[in-house]
Structures are given as structure tokens and as C-alpha cells.
């Protein structure tokens, strides 16, 4: 199993600014992800990514918007720019997969209000 | 495209009945897994469940159950003598490799579940 740590857990954050949201990973992964999951709705891939390449970002989600860093292969970055409040939404962290391991592994989330 | 149905959206019961929260997916693919997940009220995602496409065995895991139906494309889950600790939300999954290799999880929409003391 894996266990993920995400910063901050929580921030309120004005419109325009921007904030960069931490994944640390307890063991070595190949991928990891990225989740949205917007108030009262479902989780939706933002991007995957694979260490020492570009993110691969789903539709409807862009590199301007979500910039992505994977330094090393036990972190990754997710910054939302330019925010306003419909970015406001619990954004997960996840690494595994069902093809590499047992389940896909979540970290605890990072609750953003935009005002 | 991959797709995953959770119909119900919230289903109200009271404690020790059994509930059944339904699952309907839809994907191209002839391999690809599926997943059950809760989020209690703190918010973290509770791995429940995975399930490969060639294992149609039902499996029961203490008061949870889950039924998957290859021929009507559903993995439906039971928990029986529900209990006040099993409010949440439930979310059904759907895993296909993707270009690249690459594994995304389709969510669906969730099934909130009240269970009434």
C-alpha cells in the first residue's frame, strides 16, 4: 500500500491568486494523479503524471490553468492559477492503479475556497 | 468513452436494513477493472473494492457484498444490517488503460447514503 500526504489541507484564497498544492508519496510511483472533486459532485481526472515527462492533461483541463510538476518519482506539484471561486474544490492527490496494484491509493485532499 | 451510472442519488434507510446502491458501466474495452469507494463526511476517499473484468465471482467481505453482472454491465453493492457508520457517500469506478499505458478512474456521480438510528 502507499501512503500520501498532500499540503496544505485546506486554504481560502483570493481571486486571481494562485496556489501550489503539494503530493508526497511514501514509496517510489511511476504515475500519479491528479483528482478534482468540485461541491457535492464527483471526482474528475485534472491530469497524469509520469516522472521525468510532461503531464497529460484530460479534456477541459490545461497546462496555463493547472501547471504540474514530478521532480522525483515520490513528488508532485498541482498549482491552480488565476483562481476564482468555481475553482473552489477538493483536489486529491492519487497514485496506483489497477494494473500496478490493488487498488488506486488517495491522500486525504486539499479543501480550496476561492473568494 | 468510459461511463459510469450511479442512478441513485440518495437512498435513505433505517439501521439493520440491508441496502443495495447500484452501479452501471459502460466502457469498449474488454479488460478493465472496477472499484467501490466511501467518503465519509471528513472527506477522504476508503478503498472498498476492485474487481477485473474476467472475475464475475460475487464477493463478500462481512455485511458488504457485491454483485457484478458482466452480461448487464453492473457491479451493484449490498450491505446488509446497515449500521449508523456506514453513512457516506458511495462512489462506483471504472478503470480502462488509456493511451500510453496511462490508467484514469471514470467516477460516477455518487450514491449519498443515510442510514436512520
Known amino acids: 500500500s502507499a501512503v500520501i500526504s498532500q499540503k496544505p489541507s485546506r ?3 483570493q481571486r486571481g491568486t494562485s496556489l501550489t498544492i503539494q503530493c508526497q508519496v511514501d514509496s517510489q510511483v511511476t504515475m500519479m494523479f491528479w483528482y478534482r472533486q468540485q461541491p457535492g459532485q464527483s471526482l474528475t481526472l485534472i491530469a497524469t503524471a509520469n516522472q521525468g ?3 497529460t492533461y484530460e479534456s477541459g483541463f490545461v497546462i496555463d490553468k493547472f501547471p504540474i510538476s514530478r521532480p522525483n518519482l515520490t513528488f508532485s506539484t498541482l498549482t491552480v492559477s488565476n483562481m476564482s471561486p468555481e475553482d473552489s474544490s477538493i483536489y486529491l492527490c492519487s497514485v496506483g492503479g489497477a494494473w500496478s496494484y490493488n487498488e488506486q491509493f488517495f491522500g486525504p485532499g486539499t479543501r480550496l475556497t476561492v473568494l | 468513452a468510459q461511463k459510469v451510472t450511479q442512478a441513485q442519488t440518495e437512498i435513505s434507510v433505517v439501521e439493520k436494513e440491508d441496502v443495495t446502491l447500484d452501479c452501471v458501466y459502460e466502457t469498449r474495452d474488454t479488460t478493465y477493472y472496477l472499484f467501490w469507494y ?6 477522504e476517499l476508503v478503498f472498498l473494492i476492485r474487481r477485473n473484468s474476467f472475475d464475475e465471482q460475487n464477493e463478500i467481505s462481512g455485511r458488504y457484498s457485491w454483485n457484478f453482472q458482466k452480461s448487464t454491465s453492473s457491479f451493484n453493492f449490498t450491505i446488509t444490517a446497515s449500521q449508523v457508520v456506514d453513512s457516506a457517500v458511495y462512489f462506483c469506478a471504472l478503470s480502462e488503460r488509456g ?3 496511462n ?5 460516477g456521480t455518487g450514491t449519498r447514503l443515510t442510514i436512520i438510528p
Open chain 1, 11 to 13: 486554504d481560502i484564497c
Open chain 1, 53 to 55: 515527462s510532461e503531464a
Open chain 2, 99 to 101: 493511451h500510453f499505458g
Open chain 2, 38 to 43: 466511501k467518503q465519509p463526511p471528513s472527506g
Open chain 2, 103 to 107: 490508467e484514469k478512474l471514470t467516477f
